[in-house]
Nanobody, 123 residues
């Protein structure tokens, strides 16, 4: 699992899009999740999408601002982040899950993890 479009520095109110691609394995039968780890804090759930792409899940803190999607033909998944604020500053990870959707909000629900990318939102 690799982050194809990396994070970066953005001003508050701005947008950023992260993309994740399967490396050596397909996403096609896996749920895909996005997590983040703010400075000095534990990794937390952000969003997820099931294998078919017809169900999405969001943390309350990003609902209405972030959108998770996937392109099964290209074997990629994306996280569109809008209206970013400094509290969104974190290292972001994508991950693939072979488990049921009840696991999607947990770190333990994922079998393969990307390397993480820094997203910094300045005020």
């Amino acid at each position: 699992v690799q982050l194809r479009r990396r994070g970066g520095l953005v001003q508050a109110g701005g947008s950023l899009r992260l993309s994740c691609a399967a490396s050596g394995r397909t996403f096609s039968n896996n749920g895909v999740g996005w997590f983040r780890q703010p400075p000095g804090k534990e990794r937390e759930f952000v969003a997820a999408i099931n294998w078919s792409g017809d169900s999405t899940y969001y943390a309350d803190s990003v609902k209405g601002r972030f959108t998770v999607s996937r392109d099964k033909a290209k074997n990629t998944a994306s996280l569109q982040m809008n209206s970013l604020n400094p509290e969104d500053t974190a290292v972001y990870f994508c991950a693939a899950s072979q488990r049921a959707s009840t696991w999607y909000r947990t770190n333990q629900g994922y079998d393969f993890w990307g390397q993480g990318t820094q997203v910094t939102v300045s005020s």
